[in-house]
């Protein structure tokens, strides 16, 4: 017994394995359309109001109501084993963007909860400690609207006023946060 769920998990860690090491960042379709139609619900706390510097106190948000130069998204479910192990990245690369004189302020870093409903992405914020804002995607709207993603996905997108561009993006989990902060950087072209 235990020799054939061994196998089956080696089966499905290498299929997985293939798909994300068979994803090439470079020739990604154009999500730019599809993010900047991205809404969320409006935020409770007012410390992650203030983070996102959003000004409204009702309705819902869009992408484009961050106040950043630069904002990245964790696309992850509660449910997804690679979420609840990268966590801990996750939340270091919180850190690494807060603790940067040049990058705090300017980049914003915020997950959404794909399929997730309120109380799961709340349960999963407290059980993983994440100290970055996450939204809910009960109706599953952003993750239908992101065909052809994975959890978890991270997306770069450079704002300029209200326009949103899509510069960077990744299909499964990152080993170390400060280098992948530093590739999100450098394929963003960002100054800082």
């Not at 690369?93 to 705090?104: C, D, N, S, V, W």
């Not at 996905?153 to 899509?166: A, D, H, P, W």
Request: proline share 6%; with cysteine.
């Amino acid at each position: 017994m235990l020799k054939k769920i061994s196998c089956s998990s080696i089966i499905v860690l290498l299929s997985v394995t293939f798909l994300w090491a068979g994803y090439d960042p470079e020739q990604i379709q154009d999500y730019s359309k599809a993010i900047t139609q991205v809404k969320l619900s409006m935020p409770d706390d007012p410390d992650v109001k203030a983070y996102l510097g959003i000004k409204q106190k009702s309705g819902q948000v869009m992408l484009s109501d961050i106040d950043g130069e630069i904002i990245i998204i964790e696309i992850f479910s509660m449910y997804c084993p690679y979420c609840q192990r990268h966590a801990p990245t996750a939340n270091k690369l919180y850190q690494a963007i807060e603790e940067g004189k040049e990058t705090r302020g300017k980049i914003k870093l915020v997950g959404i909860g794909v399929g997730n409903s309120p109380y799961e992405v709340k349960f999963f914020k407290k059980k993983y400690g994440v100290p970055f804002p996450l939204f809910d995607d009960a109706n599953s709207a952003v993750l239908n609207s992101l065909q052809g993603i994975r959890t978890p996905t991270y997306f770069g997108i450079r704002k300029n006023g209200k326009t949103l561009s899509v510069f960077f993006t990744q299909q499964g989990p990152y080993d170390d946060a400060q280098t992948f902060l530093q590739t999100v950087l450098k394929k963003s072209g960002s100054p800082f």
